[in-house]
């Protein structure tokens, strides 16, 4: 395995995940929804990515545990965006 295209595949992952959230983050306050459940499951998963993209810049030993690691969060991420989603706004949005 090609430990260096691997890792560079993986902090893509992440970079892409961090998007993500940043971007639902952003529909949270624009619907003003802050500070509700949702928020507080953005600020866990956002924690998460934290935590995992500075082990990435760390450098990582163990690359495939590391690389089941961000597919959970990624599992994770994508059912918190579908929450996300389906949530009402709390203001009507202004057009």
Known sequence: ??????????AKKLQDMGAMLE???RKLHD???????LSRDQQELH????????RLEDGIRDLA????????????????MGQVETRPASRPSRS
């Open 47 to 54: 924690d998460a990515y934290r935590a995992l993209k500075t």
């Open 1 to 10: 395995m090609d430990t260096s295209s691997s890792h560079d595949q993986i």
């Open 31 to 37: 619907d003003g929804n802050e500070g509700g459940a």
């Open 65 to 80: 545990a590391f690389d089941r690691e961000v597919d959970r969060l990624e599992e994770r991420v994508t059912a918190w």
């Open 23 to 25: 971007m639902q983050a």
